[in-house]
């Protein structure tokens, strides 16, 4: 079986994130990295390999993004990917969620994946809906938010916590799973790996290469429209303490939380 | 006509709170865009009463689909059915999984423009704007709709309840059929609780522990301290550590668990991820104890510390102790 695993290159956690005034969408340039979902997606996609239950002929990382979504690419075949794929186009750029999975959707046609992994969220636009959008434009079932999954020949046997306890779904493949960070711990990659992502395969594609209708991508094409960003409401800042001295702080909890009369 | 689509999740006989705060916000909305709110649910074997009983929280109109509960995508098979037949500009979601999975399908099926984590929606100009907090919440976007029809996904909690006095709602059969992706997942078991059944809900001080716990046993330094504070006190749990099973489920909070807002929530080695956030924000005073500086909970914390749990958590609970018996 072919996997497929869709990565995304999110600003670095650990760098500030901001809006860009001028487009109110997010500013994305600035120190980037592979969002940290998506470890999970490629370490699942490794462990269904190395399960052995059913033979992996290839492992596939795509992406969409400008050209520094190499990166991501090459974080994610150092995990254990085989090759990569990368949509860069300045058509697709701005496009919403549902454009967004479009795009992707075309993007992974091409390959005729039989299962597409992804991370539950992404660590940037928390949205936990692509790969749900993915799976509509596909024509495959899916489930979000998996944190167990067994394959047998055919299908997979997927749990997730749900709105009232933990769900078991059965699915048929093709299929398109986004997994939770609960699935499983992400190994690191190897020295040798880190050095060798580079000189894996990378296909990089253009909208009309994957039939893109230039009509349905884009900002202005999306059907969700940002008009504005504002400052949420104001909230007064809370007290913090740094602990130097544990004596000391445990002293400064038992005070605040005694005024407020919690004790 | 600016009719709105509401999906109104249900279990056991009951809707789902989430769903009945999306009903009546529809409800408001429609009323301000000239149009009608209406429901769908969608189930085996779907009560009737259960359905006509959304009629008090403003829906005009409840339609009932036969098919398999508990999946996104039979859903838009039947949301997308009732959309076709006309008089919907927006689709409605209360904050929760199968509410998002189901609007981002949606909007895929109708190549529609979607927006999630909604906190609050507007009417304006006739048509409906919705508000979209972002980067932590540090920035709220506005989001308006191009498509012929808009999906709006709520955040959890993001609608209030309101019974707006109207009875029974006339209910509706839809017919539609699955789509063939839809008919490839079947529900094997749905709403597996695990772990011991315990009663968060109703504690005024909940201590709770996750992933900076560092292992299972680390909600013992929780659950000692909930002692110390004795009476009504009980231990909470974020989901990434429900998930490990470090504690049962009945204790998670947030996004897929509860909702509480007791007097004092003390979080322990939770970095406050939105999915927790949402689950008790409401709390009247927040303490976090975290070592990572940059954890977004202490964005929404009233007293920040900055430090290691293990070396604080049992002192904290000797003082405790200490002054309840002084």
Known sequence: MKICVLVKEVPDAAVEKRIDSSTGRMDRSGEKNLNP??????????????????????IVAVTMGPDSAVRALHKAVSLGADRSVHLSDQVVAGSDVAATGYALAKTLQRESPDLVLLGQQSDDGECYTIGAVVAEYLGMPSLTQVIKMDIDSDSLRCE??????????????????????????PRYPSLKAIMGAKKKPLDTVTAADVSIDASKVGGENSGAQWVAAKAPPAKAAGEIIEDEDTGETVEKIVAWLDERKLI | ??????????????????????????AKLAAELGGEAHAILLGENVPEDLAASLGKYGAKKVL??????????????????????????????????????????????????VAMEVTAVRAEGGELIAERPILGDSAISEIKYRSNVGIIISRLN????????????????????????ALQATMVTRGEQRGADVDIEGASILIAGGRGLGKAEGFQLCEELAGAFGGNSAVAATRAVVDAGWYPYAAQIGQTGKTVAPKLYLAAGISGAIQHKVGMQGSENIVAINKDANAPIF????????????KILPKLTEAVKAKKAS
């Open chain 1, 37 to 58: 979902y998506d470890t999970h997606a490629i370490e699942a996609a490794m462990q269904i390999r190395e399960g052995g239950v059913v033979p992996v002929e290839e």
């Open chain 1, 160 to 185: 997730r916590q749900a709105e009232y306890g933990y769900d078991t779904v059965q699915i048929k493949m093709p299929a398109v799973i986004s997994v939770g960070d609960a699935i499983n711990e």
């Open chain 2, 1 to 26: 006509m600016a009719n709105i689509l509401v999906y109104a999740l249900h279990y056991d006989g009951a809707i789902n709170k989430n769903s009945l705060g999306a009903v009546s916000e529809g």
């Open chain 2, 64 to 113: 009932v689909a036969e098919g398999p509960e508990g999946l996104a995508q039979p859903l838009v098979d039947a949301m997308a059915r009732a959309i076709a037949d006309g008089g919907y500009s927006y689709a409605l979601f209360g904050g929760g999984l199968l509410g998002f999975e189901i609007g981002a399908g949606l909007a895929a099926r109708l190549g529609a423009g």
């Open chain 2, 158 to 181: 993001a609608f209030e309840i309101k019974e707006t006095g109207g009875g029974d709602a006339p209910v509706e059969r839809l017919d539609f059929e699955l789509s063939q992706h």
């Open chain 2, 299 to 310: 964005e929404f914390s009233d007293l920040g510390v900055v430090g290691d749990l293990n």
